[in-house]
């Protein structure tokens, strides 16, 4: 097996693990999902899962035959957490014994991430490694432009999100037809979603026009937030430099701005949603003078420019680097954050990070109900999680029965 460095995490003990692997972690439900059937076969015997230890080694080209094995091998090496990789040709487990060159990737889920990082040009709330209920509303808009557009854009019904255990949100496209794609069909996907490549605050970004329905679509998702989120919650332009370095850049007009940055010199530090008032009204009166025609256009384009500025603050912004590739890992469904304790459970849009079942309480909680996990608050999540992996596997077994039947029709 190849080992590989990584950097070693803090938080639960190896004794907590041991614990949570033992009595909590839903090894068949995870197990059934990865292998899209309850009975064993090619999606879980040739798929890749690597371990990460508190050592700071890593352990790839694990693979399993069996619930049991994939329980079992994952309790007597006790890793800080596990990672999904793709199905390959053979089972991974075989890498160090044949050419690397005839291990090939063959399928995986088409993997989605997005982290609080990516809004910290306009979260004030918090900073760093904190997130509370407001700022992870950023989270959950970003999910909602996601889904509708896995739904209505690409025809994918087997998708399910994924708290990351501290800031940020995965969401994991299990449809047939995504775990198929290959990687350069994966970049196509990437290059419809990412919009907003970087949140650079002073430069306009400066979308073509018209927009393409996604974006359209998008827009009339954000923008009825745009004012609570940005204007009012974080208020990221209050102080006037903020506001002049990250505002005004997304205004088409030079002379508009100058007369904004005269204003709010003598108005010192007007809040986010007064600046933005601000706009229309120096420009309503710096026009008024013009023909009905030029005002027309120019509004026209401080309207797209205003539009422009709520696709930056709040369309998600993806990590490029998890979707791009087959073979890319990314941590298991119900893992534990080794900085905070929290246990990766799958989410909603209605979810925010005090939801989540930390190890210590679920630890606590089995002591107080007699070690039963169904009292846990660990609970409701594993209920979530095995709804889906019904539908997957459901919606999996008609797929084959359709693809024999297409297949004996073809034989007469």
Known sequence: MTMQSAPPGNGPSATDMQYYYQYLYPFKPVFHWLNHSPKPGRDMMHRELAMAFRSGAYKRYNSFDSVQDFKAQIQRANPDRFEIGA?????????????????????????????????????TCCSGANVCSKCWKFISLAMKVLNVSLEEDFGYTDYIWVFS????????????????????????VLDYMNVVRERNMSKRLNLKRPYHPHLVRSLDILKPYFVEIILREQNPWQEDEAAI??????????????????????HENRTSEQKWSDIDSLATSQLKHQSALKK???????????????????????????????????????????????????????????????LIQLQSEMET????????????????????????????????????EDELNDDF
Not at 384 to 403: D, G, I, M, P
Request: hydrophobic residues 35%; proline residues 6%; contains cysteine.
């Open 296 to 358: 027309s256009d120019y509004f026209n384009k401080l309207r797209e420019c205003k539009e422009d500025l709520v696709l930056a603050t709040l369309y998600p912004k993806l990590d490029v680097e998890v979707t791009k590739q087959t073979i890319h890992l990314l941590k298991a469904p119900f893992c534990i954050h080794p900085a905070t304790g929290n246990v990766c459970v799958p989410i909603t849009e209605n979810f925010t990070p005090s939801d989540a079942p930390k």
């Open 165 to 188: 255990g501290r800031r940020g949100a995965h969401c994991w496209v299990t449809d047939k037809r995504a775990r198929q794609l290959n990687d350069i069909q994966r970049r196509n």
């Open 87 to 123: 199905i390959y040709n053979k089972p991974p487990r075989q890498m160090d014994s044949i050419l690397k060159a005839d291990m090939k990737p063959l399928e995986k889920e088409v993997v989605f991430d997005i982290d609080m990082d990516d809004y910290d040009s306009y979260r």
């Open 245 to 266: 370095q990250g505002l005004l850049p997304g205004l088409h007009d030079k002379v508009l701005i100058e007369i904004l940055k005269k204003h709010w010199k003598m």
């Open 369 to 404: 109900n007699g070690n039963r996990i169904e009292s846990t608050s660990l609970q409701p999540f594993l209920d979530q999680f095995q709804q889906f992996v019904n539908q997957v596997t459901k919606r999996e077994l008609a797929s084959s029965k359709r693809e024999r």
